[in-house]
């Protein structure tokens, strides 16, 4: 078993779909209509057919309340990897992305930075540990 489809509900699709392909650089893999949404997911740019993130319409009461309550407590909805969280905050920083506070390392825990994806959610980006050899 393993992970293909993650979801995140955003509180507009559209708006999503610009933030986590022109400024975090995920690429669109999948955009059809469903019900009264779209089914969009995006997957990494170096990974056309790794795991996909949904965007997920807030439809639902529930959802929304889930989603609103996460971010009100400054609680990340779900976690990205990133080989390089130093320099992957830097490029993101540049391209205005809203971070609650620098990289930060705590003992026994990877380097890990939260920031705003303006669809109503924090994510949280956490360093892939490297390899040795």
């Given at each position: 078993?393993?992970?293909?489809?993650?979801?995140?509900?955003?509180?507009?699709?559209?708006?999503?779909?610009?933030?986590?392909?022109?400024?975090?650089?995920?690429?669109?893999?999948?955009?059809?209509?469903?019900?009264?949404a779209r089914w969009i997911t995006?997957?990494?740019?170096?990974?056309?057919?790794?795991?996909?993130?949904?965007?997920?319409?807030?439809g639902y009461d529930f959802a929304?309340?889930?989603?609103?309550?996460?971010?009100?407590?400054?609680?990340?909805?779900?976690?990205?990897?990133?080989?390089?969280?130093?320099?992957?905050?830097?490029?993101?920083?540049?391209?205005?992305?809203?971070?609650?506070?620098?990289?930060?390392?705590?003992?026994?825990?990877?380097?890990?930075?939260?920031?705003?994806?303006?669809?109503?959610?924090?994510?949280?980006?956490?360093?892939?540990?490297?390899?040795?050899?």
């Open positions: 078993m393993r992970v293909r489809l993650n979801s995140i509900v955003v509180d507009d699709q559209e708006k999503a779909l610009k933030f986590y392909t022109e400024v975090l650089g995920f690429v669109k893999k999948t955009d059809i209509p469903a019900g009264g995006v997957v990494p740019s170096d990974e056309p057919d790794g795991p996909e993130l949904v965007l997920e319409p807030s929304t309340t889930y989603r609103r309550a996460l971010y009100e407590k400054g609680i990340p909805y779900t976690a990205l990897a990133s080989d390089d969280v130093q320099a992957e905050y830097e490029r993101l920083k540049g391209r205005g992305v809203v971070f609650k506070s620098p990289p930060s390392a705590v003992p026994g825990f990877p380097a890990m930075a939260t920031f705003d994806d303006t669809c109503g959610n924090y994510i949280m980006m956490y360093e892939i540990e490297k390899k040795a050899g």
